[in-house]
């Protein structure tokens, strides 16, 4: 399995080659003029596996450590042995209008066993939490009275474009430089410490974290060791940690669990860690890794280390116009954009900043971006930073294809595959189903029963989502060997849903039952709220989504005739997409008035995006209904809610609005207590404001920017579907559409003038002539022809490595 994604990786990645463009008129760089003075403010680096997030300090500084892999907790059996015993009874109290005796039902009878995912602190009971790795104190020895003298020229800094973040100021006359990269070449974390004055480099370093840890000198290496809690007999994961230093000059002591380095002219900072996840022999590979890379001169690692993540990065490239505010630091950028949002060069940092995380917090082999991504600084990192599926971990993947990174897809892949076997045996105990099921929450012990709180614990569609997710990877590579690995896992989770689907009595359709639209609650005609109901409008979404592309797999691998005719009966029993009396789109099966009118969740817009059951030209009805439901629900919400909400506009083409919930995103935050309405925007350092601290508006934000560039979602290509105003001119190069193709493009006047098509799979390509476009022109190996175009749609068959271009006059 892993092979064959990475050769797919090495495949494409020659290809995409021909979309390299320069952006050195554009520099990528993200930059500030003094310390972080909160976490959240720091500037994350990261190789996939490790992560840090120094803060420039003085005098002191703090870095803090992470590893993907760094889980407490342990697999656990959470099925309540029970549970479907009460099914029934569940059922029949939603058939009667009785929601709030039957959630009421659910807590006693239908969540899972024992303490669940801890409401939050999962890493004191056996679900376990994301941790933190640990914090490195470096204290900078300068010999100097820190009140007299102050630093001048001070800058911190990230370049998106090479991986490495520095610091440098000068101080009492000598300038100091330090920059930190998470390799991609030796899978260390390296911190070079230079001064353009010999002998002026001495420090203290230091390690800890808040539990479970012993940090000591070992043969002149700092080194952490530790043993996280499993939540039943506190032996769980392993952990090593170890520091070495190599320096220019100077001498080396050690005091106190302390390493010292004086009158050094530069000094290398060497951290390798691993941990025993999946991985029996990690202290041979924590010693394997830093050898080899102390082996390798500074740099030649870091040389390598650029040229890996550029094989990455630099396979998409977006230019929107003026990035004049690049002289601005990140910080005030943001704060000015959030007054005057005509900058947009900010959008393509932001893009390419999303790109930038997801390359660095997952890689084959190892896990995808949990709820933070890879960076954490706490024990209980908010939320346990596990995998929510009601949106998260879906969010995470939205620019993943897009934005020409299909490479990435393997760890996502994985950790599903892994959820179908504890996935079948939580079907049978909950639903005496068949297939698989997970609910609303899992975690990399492969958890998949209901939450403890049936208000939102009870959704079970979100592991239909993941297939949805899965199935993106197949409409943008047209991979048949990947869609042999992945039709048992969407066959399995159509089973599921097969046979669990109930007759209502009222209408006749087949709906969940139970089930919930994602946190949202609802009144009762007597008064009553709840959250607990039966078909509501994403499920049915969802699950016709299921089946439908359960159903084309099952044709394109000609597998399943009988279980295939099964899914297309019940799809066309399932409850369409209504529009309510005020004109929304109906979130429930019942016109229930939400108890929140402006809440975070938008899930009966699913349909709208991600899928593409909604759109404005096949639906023009529900996607004006859609529109009141977005207006509706308002510009503010959570930082995830507002990039959902970028794309939702985008899938609409409404490029305006888009670009006005763009600007909400950024909007300057820097409050980190939990805000469940209306507090998100983004921090100094670019991380996005749930708040605190969540990633997936990150990923939603770039694919919201890509979703205004480029759509394929209809059966065709689409150039510009939602470009605002600010964007009136532009090009990018590389990013990715449906049927197997990169493409770019270039305009003017916010008229298209050119665009180019790569196709990486065998396809006919339909692309979709804009308005103002009278005449096509296709340019195939030097020979200029016409492209006639029929009902406003061009087509184009190519093989496999194909390139063509097309001027649109």
């Not at 899978?187 to 390690?207: C, G």
């Not at 994985?414 to 639903?431: D, F, H, N, Q």
């Not at 404005?616 to 009141?628: C, D, I, M």
């Amino acid at each position: 399995m892993r092979f064959f994604f990475l050769l797919s990786f090495i495949v494409s990645a020659g290809i995409s080659a021909v979309f390299a463009q320069s952006s050195a008129t554009s520099p990528l760089r993200m930059w500030y003029k003094h310390p972080a003075q909160q976490w959240e403010a720091c500037i994350p680096i990261g190789n996939g596996r490790l992560g840090a997030m120094p803060d420039g300090g003085i005098y002191r500084e703090n870095i803090v450590l992470n590893d993907i892999t760094l889980w407490s907790g342990s697999k656990q059996d959470a099925d309540a042995p029970d549970a479907a015993r009460f099914l029934p009874q569940i059922q029949q109290l939603l058939f009667e209008g009785k929601n709030a005796e039957a959630e009421a039902l659910m807590y006693s009878s239908f969540v899972c066993k024992g303490a669940g995912s801890g409401y939050g602190n999962g890493s004191a009971v056996p679900y376990g939490s994301y941790e933190t790795l640990g914090t490195l104190h470096i204290d900078y020895l300068y010999g100097i009275d820190s009140g007299r003298v102050k630093p001048t020229m001070y800058e911190r800094a990230l370049s998106l474009e090479d991986a490495v973040a520095t610091t440098k100021y000068t101080l009492n006359n000598t300038t100091f430089r330090r920059e930190y990269l998470a390799s991609f070449n030796h899978d260390v974390m390296i911190i070079r410490l230079t001064a353009d004055q010999r002998k002026k480099i001495a420090i203290a370093l230091s390690i800890d974290r808040p539990e479970r840890y012993t940090a000591s000198i070992v043969n002149g290496e700092l080194q952490m060791t530790g043993q996280l809690n499993n939540g039943t007999d506190g032996k769980g994961m392993r952990y090593r940690t170890r520091i070495k230093l190599v320096p220019t000059g100077g001498k080396i002591t050690s005091e106190n669990n302390q390493l010292r380095l004086t009158d050094a002219d530069a000094v290398t900072i060497y951290i390798s860690s691993s941990t025993d996840f999946r991985n029996p022999e990690f202290e041979k590979k924590t010693n394997d890794a830093l050898m080899a890379a102390v082996g390798t001169k500074y740099d030649v690692e870091r040389a390598a280390h650029t040229r890996h993540y550029q094989q990455l990065f630099n396979r998409a490239t977006v230019w929107l116009g003026d990035n004049s505010a690049q002289s601005l630091p990140t910080d005030q950028r943001l704060q000015a954009f959030a007054k005057d949002a005509n900058d947009p060069g900010l959008a393509v940092l932001y893009f390419q900043f999303g790109r930038y995380l997801l390359i660095s917090s997952t890689r084959p082999g190892l896990l995808p971006p949990n709820l933070q991504g890879l960076w954490a600084n706490t024990i209980h990192t908010p939320w346990n930073g596990d995998y929510h599926l009601n949106i998260n971990i879906q969010m995470n993947h939205w620019p993943l294809h897009v934005g020409n990174l299909p490479m990435l897809n393997e760890p996502f892949h994985s950790l599903v595959a892994g959820l179908v076997e504890p996935g079948s045996k939580t079907a049978r105990i909950y639903y005496n189903a068949d297939g698989w099921v997970a609910h609303v929450i899992t975690n990399v012990w492969g958890y998949t029963s209901p939450g403890e709180h049936p208000s939102w614990g009870a959704f079970n569609t979100g592991s239909a989502w993941l297939c949805q997710m899965l199935w993106d990877h197949y409409t943008f590579t047209n991979d048949k060997i990947y869609l042999e690995q992945l039709y048992p896992i969407l066959k399995g989770s159509a089973s599921f849903y097969l046979s669990t689907l109930v007759k209502d009595p009222a209408t006749g359709w087949l709906v969940t039952s139970p089930s919930n639209s994602p946190e949202n609650s609802f009144r009762l005609p007597d008064g009553k709220t709840a959250n607990v109901c039966m078909g509501p409008t994403m499920d049915n979404q969802i699950i016709r989504t299921l089946f439908q592309y359960t159903t084309e797999a099952s044709t394109i691998l000609n597998k399943d005739e009988a279980f295939r005719k099964q899914l297309q009966d019940a799809a066309q029993k399932l409850p369409p997409t209504r529009i309510a009396s005020d004109g929304r789109i109906m979130e429930w099966l019942q016109e229930y008035p939400e108890t929140d009118i402006y809440h975070r969740h938008i899930s009966h817009l699913w349909g709208l995006y991600p899928a593409e059951e909604i759109t404005v030209e096949k639906t023009p009805a529900l996607a004006t209904a859609a529109k009141k439901t977005l207006n509706v629900r308002g510009d503010g919400g959570t930082g995830w809610s507002l990039a959902w909400k970028v794309n939702l506009w985008a899938r609409l083409q409404e490029g305006n609005h888009a670009h006005k919930l763009l600007q909400h995103l950024l909007n300057p935050v820097s409050n980190t207590e939990t805000n469940m309405q209306n507090g998100g925007g983004t921090y100094s350092n670019f991380f996005c404001a749930h708040p605190p601290f969540q990633i997936d508006g990150n990923f939603g934000g770039a694919a919201g920017i890509a979703e205004m560039l480029v759509q394929s979602h209809q059966g065709y290509i689409e150039f510009l579907p939602a470009l605002p105003d600010v964007w009136s001119q532009g090009k990018y190069s590389g990013l990715c559409v449906r049927g197997g193709a990169q493409v770019s493009a270039e305009w003017k006047n916010s008229k298209l003038q050119q665009a180019e098509i790569l196709a990486t799979a065998d396809n006919t390509f339909h692309i979709k002539v804009p308005a103002y476009s009278t005449k096509l022109k296709l340019v195939k190996k030097g020979k200029t022809m016409d492209l006639p175009a029929a009902n406003g749609v061009a087509s184009i068959h190519l093989m496999k490595g194909d390139q063509v271009k097309i001027l649109f006059q």
